[in-house]
């Protein structure tokens, strides 16, 4: 009798820290003995599942490490290391896990929605812009006999193989366009196809070398970083357990027409000032100012808002470079004080969608907690 009353109250006396410490240390123990007693293999085939989430590792480390070592004699259980392949699908769904797959903790789930939203802005600004490229080209081209001699003499006069490559340097940004559709369709295989072959010029761009300016060579590098990134926001974003995602509030196609307009008014508005990639930065601040109007009473979601600001990252460099460009050319005066305001938007709104999305994630709330609001196949309203 007296054993266990002397027990109640030494707990209900003891300082809470020193009993938090003595269950550390009693779990700390119990994990050492616990892993004193693991084959060598069993071992590596948890500190590869280390690449997981923790919530996923605690729902389903010990079935995986009990299917990987089903079936091997104990003989080799100290010789084995894990298979490349393993390793490699473990890292596979690493990604998964983390970019909004099916159960994914909400943090993860807005990490998912992000990276999608990226990839489709990223494929529409950059569809939009060689379709709408093109055809203000063979628009001026039919203008006038001069300019379409200019135009063939590009694909002409040079030799097949420079005719060819030409050709092709055209033609395969245009498959940005497809790789839109693929995605509006959520034909993902298709679609992820599509970008690498769009994305071969600004690879080739790079591969054949910059030019010895910095700003020209940093024109170069970011215009490759956008399209390698938006590559890359495919294929992880849109993995086989992601929910299909589309644009908040307007229809794929009307949203590919209503872009091609407006980089082609900004293009034709200032012909004499506009470069390539001008009227796509002034089309970015357009679109994400309208968002921020469109949704200033109602701004749950972070998603959209991170996917916009890294958007904006990219159009930062773009314009940085060229303005620098611009300067170290000596342009005209209204062209760099053009560049020079567009310059200034999109440092304020890619600004302002950083501290807006930081300020929601953190409302939302741990990334441990709650669970995907669109997980489970449903299409998600990134709104």
Known sequence: MTRPRTSRNTSSTADPNAAGDETTTAATTAGSAATATMTLLERRYRRVLRLLPSSYREAREEEMVETYLYGFDDADLDELRPAAGEVASVAALAVRTRLGAAGSPAGYAALG?????????????????????????????????????LFVTGFTGHGWVSGTREVALWTLPLLWTAAYGALARDQRRAARRLVVLASLPDTLALVSGTDDAADLALLTVSGAVFAWLTVAGVYAGFHSDAPPARLPGIPSGLALMATCVAIGAATVAWPTGADPQWATGAVYVLGASAYLVATRRERGDPAPLLALAAVGVLMLCLRAAMLSLLL???????MTLGNVILLAAVVATTVTLTVLGVRSLRSAGPAGHGRSPGHGGTSEGLT
């Open 113 to 149: 929605r992000a990276v999608r939203m990226f990839a489709v802005c990223g494929v529409l600004l950059l569809a939009a812009q060689a379709l709408t490229e093109r055809v203000l080209t063979l628009v001026w081209a039919q203008s006038s006999a001069t300019g379409q001699a």
């Open 328 to 334: 170290r050319l000596a342009a005209p005066g209204a």
